[in-house]
């Protein structure tokens, strides 16, 4: 996917972050990684804890990079929390290229979900 695709998927899941949740804002990469992160869990409530929050950021890096082969998925705890295991070491890149491999498997994840719903 070059940049500007990159570009025009991100900012089309952002406005449909937004409008879905009727905000005023487009989410930012924080934003998105704790809707995945919930979206992972598979519950909501309206008060995580500031752990809960990290925890859930925290398995949403994990499900997206898991898609190169750094993290593979172990199972679920006692309450129903997904675990990954690190199979191999992240790059040490920059934070740019942090962000945009982020942005790039949060695209992916989004347009995987949405063919999902679009077959049930």
Do not use: S
């Amino acid at each position: 996917m070059e940049l500007w695709e990159l570009d025009f998927e991100w900012l089309r899941i952002q406005h449909q972050i937004r409008d879905r949740f009727k905000k005023d804002d487009l989410p930012d990469l924080n934003a998105v990684l704790f809707l995945i992160g919930m979206q992972e869990l598979g519950r909501w409530k309206d008060n995580f804890t500031k752990e809960e929050k990290q925890d859930l950021m925290h398995i949403a890096i994990c499900r997206l990079m898991a898609y190169d082969g750094y993290f593979e998925f172990e199972g679920r705890d006692a309450d129903g929390w997904p675990h990954y295991r690190k199979v191999r070491a992240l790059p040490a890149n920059g934070v740019k290229e942090q962000e945009i491999q982020l942005k790039k498997h949060a695209v992916r994840y989004f347009m995987e979900l949405e063919a999902e719903w679009a077959a049930h």
